[in-house]
């Protein structure tokens, strides 16, 4: 599973990219963690609000942080539902 987390650092950001890499570790996922935020390359994924969360392409959440339990839902249903 490729996790992108973008955002330009802010502390929002950094929360975000801790809180899905805890839930990915958690749910025995295969990923990678991609931070990116070079604003450029968050314009051209269709981002207006940060952070955002993107996973397998797919923007999940945008503009807010969502509860550890909702990230753990969303990687979830990127892997089909399976644990």
Do not use: H
């Not at 330009?8 to 931070?35: R, V, Y």
Request: hydrophobic share 45%.
């Amino acid at each position: 599973m490729e996790i992108q987390v973008l955002g330009t650092g802010c502390p929002n950001c950094i929360k975000l990219a801790t809180q899905t890499e805890q839930a990915a570790q958690e749910l025995g996922a295969t990923f990678t963690l991609e931070k990116v935020t070079d604003i450029t390359k968050i314009m051209e994924a269709g981002i207006l609000k940060t952070p955002a969360l993107v996973v397998d392409g797919v923007v999940r959440v945008s503009g807010r942080i969502p509860s550890m339990d909702e990230i753990k839902e969303l990687l979830m249903a990127a892997q089909g539902g399976a644990k």
